[in-house]
Each structure stands twice: as structure tokens, then as C-alpha cells.
């Protein structure tokens, strides 16, 4: 589980990015280019957008590659609203919400606010998708049969990576398939990050 992260500070705002958990999905490209320029060096400006624009554009990068630090008294991320998984065809589960990933220890590797963790088994720095999906995993990103404990739970998601095994989720999480047609709701579930599952 390698980082290797760039700061970039701007006048109101410092970005962080850390380069290993970016598969640029290019949100942060598209939502801002004066600001995210992979062309130009230093390929990040945060003075090129306003402070609130630019904090906004960051929350969308599904990922968690990029964060933010407000000097500027603004509001920091939210980490209390809703977990949400969302599978992707043909690659990573997209996690948001208050998100804390812990070995099977008990020992917290990371809380963070997104992150997208591998399901393909083929990423050299899980639990984090890395884009090694694309050397050929295919699964359109259905919600299998059960597998979804039901219950009653408030807070943050804990995320355990069972060794040579899957993820372990507890907490409140509502599941949707990859063309968003289905949804589930639960407190627990097992999910699949060596590609092999049949469900
Ligand atoms: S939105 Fe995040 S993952 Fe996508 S290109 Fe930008 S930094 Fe990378
Ligand atoms: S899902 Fe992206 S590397 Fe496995």
C-alpha cells in the first residue's frame, strides 16, 4: 500500500496528490483545466480557481488521489455523509464516505474520505486499483445474490483487508451496480478482490 504524494500550494488552498492512487479517471481535468493541466509542470495551479470551485472539483476525484488543505477558514471535506460503494465495469469499487481501512490486525492503515480498491486482483499496490484492470478484467458490475447482512447502523465504514482474503465491510453502506440500476442497502457484506468470484 505505497503513497507518493505532491503538495502544491496555493494562496487559499494547498493540494495534495499522491500519484499511486491516480487511474486518471480525469475528473479534475475536465472540471477544472486551468487548474489540472497534465501538459504543463507543475501540472497543478490552485491559484487558477477560486478556492470553493476548486475544493469542490477535488471531492469529485473518485479516487482520493487528491485532497485538499483550506487556509483560508473554507470548509474541509465532510466525512460524515452517506458510504457508498459503486462497482465500475471492467474495474475498481469506488468507496465514499467516512472510510477507514484496517488490516486484519485491527491496525488502521488509512481513513480517508474516497478511495477506489481493486477487485480485479491484478493491482501491484492494493488494496488501491492501480489500472492493472485493464490488461484484461472483465465484469460488468452487477450486485451478486446476498451476501448483504440487513440491519440498523449509523457512522463511518471500516474496510478490513483479510489476508489472501476478501474485503470485510461493516457499517452503515448502501451498494450500487455499476449502470446504477441496483441498490442495496446493509451493514455488512464480503466482497471479492482476487476477480474470481462467480458472484
Ligand atoms: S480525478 Fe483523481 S484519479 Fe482522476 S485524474 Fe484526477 S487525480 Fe487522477
Ligand atoms: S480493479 Fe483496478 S487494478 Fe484491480
Not at 470551485?53 to 469529485?60: H, P, S, W
Not at 446476498?146 to 465491510?169: F, M, Q, Y
Request: charged share 25%; proline share 5%; aromatic share 6%.
Amino acid at each position: 500500500m505505497g503513497s507518493k504524494v505532491y503538495t502544491y500550494e496555493g494562496e487559499q488552498l494547498t493540494v495534495r496528490y499522491d500519484v499511486k492512487r491516480c487511474i486518471h479517471a480525469a475528473e479534475c481535468v475536465s472540471g477544472l483545466p486551468h487548474v489540472f493541466d497534465p501538459n504543463k509542470s507543475p501540472w497543478v495551479e490552485p491559484d487558477n480557481a477560486n478556492a470553493d470551485a476548486l475544493a469542490t472539483v477535488i471531492m469529485q476525484c473518485p479516487t482520493g488521489a487528491l485532497h485538499f488543505d483550506r487556509k483560508d477558514g473554507g470548509d474541509f471535506e465532510d466525512d460524515s455523509s452517506s458510504n457508498i460503494v459503486t462497482i465500475q465495469a471492467d474495474g475498481p469499487l469506488y468507496i465514499r464516505g467516512g472510510i477507514e481501512v484496517v488490516d486484519q490486525d485491527g491496525t488502521v492503515l488509512l481513513n480517508d474520505t474516497r478511495i477506489a480498491l481493486c477487485r480485479c486482483g491484478l493491482s501491484k499496490n492494493k488494496p488501491f486499483c492501480d489500472n492493472s484492470h485493464l490488461e484484461g478484467f472483465v465484469d460488468e458490475g452487477r450486485l451478486g445474490e446476498g451476501g448483504v447482512k440487513v440491519g440498523e447502523k449509523e457512522g463511518r465504514l471500516s474496510i478490513t483487508l483479510s489476508k489472501n482474503g476478501p474485503l470485510l465491510l461493516e457499517g452503515p453502506i448502501t451498494f450500487v451496480s455499476a449502470n446504477g440500476g441496483e441498490q442495496r442497502q446493509g451493514v455488512r457484506a464480503a466482497l471479492c478482490r482476487c476477480g474470481s468470484s462467480q458472484n
